[in-house]
């Protein structure tokens, strides 16, 4: 359902499409020198997008002429159980090891976890600790690593 057109205190003004059906008939006028921005791609793109992707479109005007377009999409991530990254590094795990080792295996599958998680929830805080016998035998920071 599209909603009404929003006037600025200018001669611009826009208007968020739900669906590309309800696109004004000229919509592909704007759109001649960009295949990304017609109506037949973002239409492609509206249907074939997962279950948990809904898209906006949203069209700028200027003097109810169409002059810019503009996408966003929100993607609802409770819906998504695995992004499926990690079950294919699971099931490539002896592949993997073979080129790297064990060790770059298990750091992997943790960044994979990791990222899922902090996708899935919303956030994710990372600390780097760098542990030594001597607290003397390292610099304060990690500066000497970028020289």
């Known amino acids: 359902m599209a909603r009404k057109i929003i006037q600025l205190n200018t001669s611009f003004s826009f208007k968020i499409y739900t669906s590309t059906s309800e696109f004004p008939s000229n919509w592909n006028d704007f759109s001649a020198n960009n295949i990304f921005f017609s109506k037949e791609y973002l239409h492609i793109l509206e249907v074939s997008s997962p279950n948990n992707i809904s898209s906006n ?8 002429k169409l002059v810019g377009v503009a996408l966003t999409q929100f993607n609802n991530l409770s819906l998504v159980n695995s992004y499926g990254e990690r079950d294919n590094c699971i099931k490539n795990k002896i592949q993997i090891i073979n080129m790297f080792d064990e ?6 599958e943790f960044y994979l976890a990791s990222c899922e998680s902090a996708f899935k929830w919303g956030d994710q805080v990372v600390y780097q600790f760098q542990l030594t016998k001597n607290y003397m035998s390292t610099p304060n920071t990690r500066d000497y690593i970028y020289k």
């Open 57 to 64: 479109f949203i069209g700028l005007f200027q003097n109810e």
């Open 103 to 108: 060790k770059f295996f298990r750091m992997w």
